[in-house]
């Protein structure tokens, strides 16, 4: 089975500062691995996706996230928040392509 | 670009009623997925569906739950008899291939509310 854990479910940065926001997964056989954010009211977005290719992967809006292997993490990063970066950021991993496991997310704040 | 749409936005029933969400999802996509997030909670998934079947359910996607495609273009979600654990936002996913390089592309959601 697979799932992942999203530590800190919210999260605040100033604009301009750097965010980071955690994921880590469970999974017995190679994952692939996926954020996505939502804004009110809207649905969910892909920003990136892991799928066994460069383990740094480079996302939509200047967020990338980098695979690590030997901490289980995909965490989430970028080097300087804007106001439009407040949302609610989901980590998911699927092994299968069918069925995606979501974590709780992560609300993002960002103080001007 | 090509986008999942999902209708009503918004669904208010009572107990015990039967709804039927809709989703068109992107037209030269073959699989397709509802998922469900209650308020403040993580989103699940429900079910896949392609050629006309189902793929894999959850253990939430039970008796009360149906999925089809009753035409080219829409793939529908019903609930017979809905309980107030129900209310939910219910989103509507699809993928090309459903290979797990694929890409779910999402709903904007609707939000069903049990009274």
């Known amino acids: 089975a697979q799932s992942v854990t999203q530590l800190g479910s919210h999260v605040s940065v100033s604009e301009g500062a750097l965010v980071l926001l955690r994921c880590n997964y469970s999974?017995?056989?190679?994952?692939?691995l996926f954020w996505y954010v939502q804004y009110p009211n809207q649905g969910l977005q892909l920003l990136l996706k892991?799928?066994?290719?460069?383990?740094l992967v480079k996302g939509i809006n200047g967020f990338e996230a980098e695979f690590k292997k030997s901490e289980t993490s995909f965490h989430l990063t970028k080097p300087s928040a804007h106001m439009s970066d407040a949302a609610e950021y989901f980590c998911?991993?699927?092994?299968?392509?069918?069925?995606?496991?979501f974590g709780t997310g992560t609300s993002l704040t960002v103080i001007p | 670009e090509p986008e999942v749409t999902q209708t009503p936005s918004h669904q208010v029933t009572q107990m015990g009623q039967e709804v039927i969400l809709r989703c068109v999802p992107i037209?030269?996509?073959?699989?397709f997925y509802w998922y469900r997030q209650i308020l403040g909670q993580k989103v699940e998934f429900l079910v896949s569906?392609?050629?006309?079947?189902?793929?894999?359910k959850s253990e939430i996607f039970d008796d009360q739950f149906s999925v089809e495609r009753p035409d080219g273009s829409n793939f529908t979600l019903k609930i017979r008899s809905t309980k107030l654990e129900d209310s939910a936002m219910y989103f509507c996913?699809?993928?090309?291939?459903?290979?797990?390089?694929?890409?779910?592309?999402f709903g904007p959601g609707t939000r069903l509310t049990v009274l």
């Open positions: 569906f392609y050629n006309n079947e189902i793929s894999e």
């Open positions: 999974s017995s056989v190679p994952p692939y």
């Open positions: 892991y799928t066994s290719a460069a383990t």
């Open positions: 996913a699809s993928t090309l291939a459903g290979a797990r390089t694929d890409t779910q592309y």
């Open positions: 998911a991993v699927t092994t299968t392509g069918n069925q995606f496991y």
């Open positions: 037209s030269n996509h073959l699989y």
